[in-house]
């Protein structure tokens, strides 16, 4: 019976790049030169960037099988269509 060795990420580092994201965010919130639709897309994306990372490495989905993340990720196209249906309402 062999025992494969997992390298174990660096879970400091993780965390100084999520607060380090979250500094960008609260930064590009405050841009009001912007225009709204730029604005939220801009935050979605760094929103969706730091679920990611906390997915991948908090919630160890980065050593897990692939059939682990595809069932993760099935519920994704579901919140995208929310987010969507947010943002068109917004604009309407």
Aim: proline share 4%; charged share 10%.
């Amino acid at each position: 019976m062999e025992t494969t060795a997992r390298k174990h990420p660096n879970y400091v580092a993780v965390w100084f790049y999520l607060a380090v994201l979250t500094a960008v965010e609260i930064g590009v919130a405050f841009l009001s030169h912007l225009p709204k639709v730029v604005l939220m897309l801009a935050l979605i994306f760094l929103a969706i960037w730091k679920a990611l990372l906390v997915a991948l490495y908090f919630m160890h989905l980065r050593f897990e099988s692939n059939r682990l993340r595809i069932m993760a990720i099935a519920p994704l196209p579901l919140a995208v269509i929310l987010v969507l249906a947010v943002i068109t309402e917004y604009l309407w």
